[in-house]
C-alpha cells in the first residue's frame, strides 16, 4: 500500500514537471513571436494636449485630474506621450515586458507631474487589454507612468533603452521645442473669444522648427498637438495619413479653417465643484 502511495506521488511530481516545462516553453513561444510581429519603429511623435479643451469635459475631480487643481491647473501645453510610430501610420505597443522601478525616475517626478500630468480621474488600458488601478496619489503616478512606459517606451529601443532615458528623453524634447511659446510669440493666446486661422497656427510651427506638425480638435478647440522626429530627435514632417492615438475623440479632420485655443477657467472647466462636480476616490473615478 505504501509503496503505490509512492508511485502515485512520483507520478504526480513527474507530471507537474512536464507540465511546469511545457507551459514555461509556452510562454517563450508566445514572447518570441510577439518581438517577430513589431519591426523596429521609424520615427518618434510628441504628443501634446491642451490642457483647457480637455479640462472642459471634465465631471468628476480626484486627486490625480491636473483640471481639478483650479488656480494650479495647467495652462500650457503637456505631454501626453513620446510615441514611436511607422510610417503607414500604424504603430508598435507594448513590445517586451518591462518591470517599473519609480526608483529609477524619482528626480523626474515633480517635471512629469507638472509637464506630463493626467488630465482625468479613472484607469488607463495595459498592454493585455486590463485597467491599471488608481488609489493614492503616488500610486496613480507610478501607474500612469508605468503604462506609458509599458505601452510605448518599450517600443522605443534601440534609440532609448531604459525608463529613465524615456522619460528624460521626452521632457527634453518638449522643453527644447515648446510649442506654447512658438504660438504665444506669434499671437495666438489662449482666449475663449477669439478664432484663429488653423493654417496660421501650423506656419507658426513650421517656421519655427522647419516641420509640418498634426493637429487634432474637439469641437472646434485644439485639442492635441503633435510634433515628428526622426529618431536623432532632429524634426520632420508628420505623416498625412497617420492615425492619431488618442482617448478624447479627436481627429485632424475635425479642425474646422478657424479653431480656438481656449483659456482654462475653472468656471469653465469644472463648473461648480460643490453642485456640479463631485470629488471621488480613485478606485471609483473611472
Known sequence: MASFSVQKFLLL?????????MMLEFTQEVHAREGQRQREFDYFKLALQWPATYCRRTRHCCSSNACCRRANAPTEFTIHGLWPDYNDGTWPACCYRSDFDQKEISTLLDALEKYWPSL???????CHGTKGSFWAHEVIMKCR???MLKKHGTCSSPVVRDEYNYFLTALNVYFKYNITNVLLEAGYVPSNTEKYPLGGIISAIQNAFRATPSVACSNGAVGELYLCFYKD???RDCEIGSIIQDDMNLSKSSCPKYVSLPAFSPSLALGDVDTEMSWRPESEAI
Do not use: A, D, H, N
Open 13 to 21: 511530481l513527474l507530471s507537474l514537471l512536464v507540465l511546469s516545462t
Open 120 to 126: 482625468s480621474c479613472g484607469s488607463s488600458s495595459t
Open 145 to 147: 507612468l508605468y503604462l
Open 233 to 235: 530627435f532632429k524634426p
